[in-house]
C-alpha cells in the first residue's frame, strides 16, 4: 500500500487491488453544485472570495490573537472541514448499492486511511499550536480563547 499527496491537498492511496484519490476541492464542488431553494443572490468573483474567506473564520481574524496563532487556528479548521467532508464520503460508500461487499470494504478501508492522517495532522497542528503559544509567551485567557475557537465549528 502507497499513499501519496499532492501540494493541492489532495491524497491518493493505492493498494494492490484498488486506487482512492481524495481531493477536498472536488467534494466542495459536488456539495456547492446542488441547487438550494430560497433566495438566489448573485455576487462578483472580489464578492464571493470576501463572502467566503470572512464567513469561515471571521472569529478567528477578529480574535486579536497573532497572526502566527491566527494562521495555525485556520489551518485547524481547514483539517476539521476536510474530515467532516471525509466522513461524508465515508458514509455514502458503505450505503452505495451500486458496490460489491469487496468494493465498499477496500474503498472504505482507504477513506478511512486517509481520514487516520488528517485526524494525525490535527494532533501536530494541535501540538504546534500550544508550543507556539508557549513561546509567544500567551496568556491562560488566549490559550483559552484559541482552544474556544478551535471547538467553536466542530
Do not use: C, F, W
Not at 487491488?17 to 456547492?32: K, N
Not at 450505503?95 to 481520514?115: F, I, N, Y
Request: hydrophobic share 35%.
Amino acid at each position: 500500500m502507497t499513499i501519496t499527496t499532492s501540494p493541492v491537498g489532495g491524497i491518493t492511496l493505492t493498494t494492490p487491488t484498488s486506487q482512492i484519490t481524495y481531493r477536498p476541492q472536488e467534494a466542495v464542488a459536488e456539495v456547492s453544485a446542488t441547487p438550494a431553494e430560497g433566495i438566489k443572490v448573485d455576487l462578483s468573483a472580489e464578492g464571493r472570495a470576501a463572502a467566503s474567506s470572512s464567513s469561515k473564520d471571521a472569529d478567528i481574524e477578529q480574535s486579536g490573537l497573532p497572526k502566527s496563532v491566527q494562521k495555525l487556528l485556520k489551518a485547524i479548521r481547514e483539517l476539521q472541514r476536510q474530515i467532516t467532508e471525509l466522513t461524508v464520503q465515508i458514509q455514502q460508500v458503505l450505503t452505495d448499492p451500486r458496490l460489491s461487499d469487496d468494493e465498499r470494504k477496500s474503498k472504505a478501508a482507504g477513506l478511512q486511511a486517509v481520514l487516520s492522517m488528517l485526524q494525525a495532522q490535527i494532533s501536530t497542528s494541535s501540538d504546534d499550536l500550544s508550543s507556539l503559544m508557549n513561546q509567544l509567551k500567551s496568556s491562560n485567557d488566549e490559550k483559552t480563547q484559541a482552544g474556544m475557537l478551535i471547538l467553536a465549528k466542530m
